[in-house]
């Protein structure tokens, strides 16, 4: 008999910034492993994220796309409300949106530290609040945040998006460690480079520089592609990981093993 500790059939998962990149390979990712996904993302993104759920739908599940800004605290449980309204419950949030910002750290702004850590940890973590309620009041959840391998180290160029993806590990724990007692798993997963439009908008370095980056950096000898992170997800959203809970899992390339 097949093993059915990964099956999420029946479980109902909201993605934020789901409109591309990681968050929409993750939404269609978990749709194909058989959960029904509530797509978000800000309302300038809602033509990409119904794409997103266009993938969901695909897998014969069932899929609707919500306005969901992390940085507007007030609208977090509303939006959550609704999506237990017409889903019947919440099983699953994957924590995904966040923004990064390159530069040294001298020429950082308050602008600039405002809106990594209000996107990366903050919103974060008002989403885990508004979506654990649900999931405490029957018993059972999965909250999976996206942090970063640089959720457990340093580099150059990024001090404000460290401090958040360090404080989304932090977090991660501390949640777990509260949580732990309803039914209700936290975790991280930290993603290495991957490619995707933001990641790429962000990166001005030619490619020969890029490539000697990853090859002095990076076992792996690549940036990774965004379906290649759904495995982690899978695994920690479903009854397999039980008992795994305020873990960091790193799926990196290596980068944090050198
Ligand atoms: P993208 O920028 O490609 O996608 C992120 C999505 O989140 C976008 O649709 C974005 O909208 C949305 N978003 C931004 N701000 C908000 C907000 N306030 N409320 C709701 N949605 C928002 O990023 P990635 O897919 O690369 O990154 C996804 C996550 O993975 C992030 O948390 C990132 O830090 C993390 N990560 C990514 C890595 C990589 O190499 N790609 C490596 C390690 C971690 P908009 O486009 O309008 O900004």
Known sequence: MPYSGFSLDGKVALV????????????????????????????????LARDTQSRVEAAGVKSATYPLDVLDINSISPVIGRIVDDFGKLDILINNA??????????????????TLDTNLKGLFFCAQAAARPMIAQGWGRIINIGSQF??????DRA?????????????????????????????????????????????RTPEQVQADLDYRMPLGRRMQPHELTGAALYLASPAANATTGHLLLVDGGWTAL
């Open 151 to 156: 959720s457990a180290v340093g580099s150059v």
């Open 98 to 115: 966040g923004i990064r910002i390159r530069k040294p750290a001298l020429e950082v702004t308050e602008a600039d530290w405002d809106a």
């Open 160 to 204: 404000p998006y460290i401090a958040s993806k360090h404080g989304v590990a932090g977090l991660t724990r501390a949640l777990a460690a509260e949580w732990a007692q309803f039914g209700v798993t936290v975790n991280a997963i930290g993603p290495g480079p991957t490619e995707t439009p933001g990641m790429l908008a962000a990166d001005d």
């Open 16 to 47: 934020t910034g789901a409109a591309r990149g990681i968050g929409a390979a993750l939404a269609a990712g978990l749709a194909e492993a058989g959960a029904n996904v509530a797509v978000s993302d800000m309302t300038t993104r809602l033509e």
